[in-house]
């Protein structure tokens, strides 16, 4: 299974970042795609997560109404759109894949992307 997150970079609060993520070796359909998010000196924390088969989506509490995930079933892709961004939200953001049902959970997620950082200036 190989996840291979795009996207990030430096970004000015109240702007815009795109995150891609694409996913090989598993059978997406059968898996839920998300996003997690690592700052300094704290713990991961889930962001986003899509099922792949029904489209279902699930958002953090700090992230609902600020992003958007998508998926695209003919390149395996999945996709975080992330809008009005704060300080806060810099990051190093995990893509990642977990069996169904969906869940919040870092430990009931089974394959990882490398990362890719996000920072927002104020």
């Known amino acids: 299974v190989q996840l291979q997150a795009f996207g990030g970079g430096l970004v000015q609060a109240g702007g815009s970042l795109r995150l891609s993520c694409s996913l090989s070796g598993l059978t997406v359909i059968d898996n839920v795609a998300g996003w997690f998010r690592q700052a300094p000196r704290r713990e991961r924390e889930f962001v986003a997560s899509i099922t792949w088969r029904n489209g279902r989506k699930d958002y953090s509490d700090s992230m609902k109404g600020r992003s958007r995930i998508s998926r695209d079933g003919a390149t395996n892709t999945v996709t975080l759109e992330m809008n009005s961004l704060k300080p806060e939200d810099t990051a190093i953001y995990f893509c990642?894949?977990?069996?169904?049902?969906?869940?919040?959970?870092?430990?009931?997620?089974?394959?990882w992307g490398q990362g890719t950082l996000v920072t927002v200036s104020s």
């Open positions: 990642a894949a977990s069996d169904f049902p969906p869940s919040r959970t870092e430990s009931n997620w089974h394959s």
